[in-house]
């Protein structure tokens, strides 16, 4: 468990690139963060639709790829993994808007087919037509880029789905992190790269998590905060707290400044600011931080 002083320490003053990586925030638009409440899918389709709608960023004939959290065998009220209604109800939505084909994936810290089962997953999109839901357990799946601009970070393999894709769209849960504070987004990011070890053992991880943003931004961003893992995260089981929340955005570190704040974290309230990776995000200039200059849409 991660203690206050831990945390704070943590949150202090900290080519693919092209790929699919959505344009920068222009400097003076407000990000829009819509926040879906009711349950799981409810709330989920509430928060796309005051974006606009899927098709905002999902058109037709695309590939998308989904990065939900698998990466754990419990059940969704551990909120470890998405909720697979979350996931369920996005992927729905990008077959509506015209997808072709919708690829969901993670590179799971377990066994792969109990994630799959007890995560809920696997049985919430088996019957979608144009869903493919794969694992990524080989360094086969991944292809090494270079990261132009990242200060940690030089050069990655990433998921060559990710490569291939026309649109991104990022689906994590809400909950706390032993190393990082919490893992929101762009903490979720790091299910899309081969080797992990080396964030942990021979880089500033925060940055590193951050520098992932140059060559995988996504195009939306969804939170499930229908459960937030308060402590005890990545893996659980800790304390939890029912929100009934989903956060959606085109910008990855608005939404995760503002998912910060709906929840007190090992028993403290915090911001985005006092979060090191979000921090470092926001300084390469990949979102906004500060909520009180983004358009919060309550629905």
Not at 25 to 50: H, L, M, S, W
Not at 216 to 224: A, Q, S, W
Not at 252 to 259: E, G, K, L, Q, R
Request: charged share 20%; glycine share 8%; with cysteine.
């Amino acid at each position: 468990m991660v203690s206050r002083r831990g945390f704070l320490k943590a949150g202090a003053a900290a080519s693919a690139a092209s790929m699919a990586a959505a344009p920068l925030q222009a400097a003076d638009a407000k990000p829009v963060v819509a926040v879906g409440k009711a349950n799981a899918a409810e709330a989920t389709k509430k928060a796309i639709d005051a974006l606009g709608g899927m098709q905002q960023f999902v058109k037709d004939g695309d590939r998308v790829v989904l990065k939900a959290n698998m990466g754990f065998p419990n059940p969704p009220e551990w909120s470890t993994t998405t909720h697979p209604e979350v996931v369920k109800t996005v992927a729905q939505l990008c077959l509506d808007a015209g997808a072709r084909r919708v690829i969901l994936i993670d590179h799971p810290l377990r066994d792969a087919e109990l994630c799959k089962e007890h995560s809920g997953i696997a049985a919430a999109v088996k019957d979608l037509k144009g869903v493919v839901l794969a694992m990524l357990e080989d360094a086969k799946f991944y292809q090494e880029v270079e990261i132009k601009g990242g200060k940690q970070l030089k050069k990655t393999a990433v998921a060559k789905e990710v490569l291939r894709a026309n649109c991104l769209i990022n689906v994590p849960t809400a909950k706390s992190h032993s190393a990082t504070g919490v893992s929101l987004g762009i903490k979720n990011l790091m299910g899309l790269v081969w080797d992990r070890l080396v964030f942990h053992e021979k880089l500033e991880l925060n940055q590193a998590i951050a520098d992932q943003l140059f060559v995988m931004k996504p195009h939306l961003t969804v939170m499930d905060a229908i459960y937030a893992l308060l402590t005890r995260g990545p893996g659980g089981p800790g304390k939890t707290q029912q929100l009934d929340t989903v956060v959606a955005g085109a910008d990855p570190v608005a939404v995760d400044s503002y998912t910060v704040g709906l929840a007190r974290w090992y028993n403290q309230q915090f911001t985005g600011a006092q979060v090191k990776h979000i921090k470092c995000a926001a300084e390469l200039g990949f979102g906004e931080i500060d909520i009180g200059k983004m358009t919060v849409k309550e629905v």
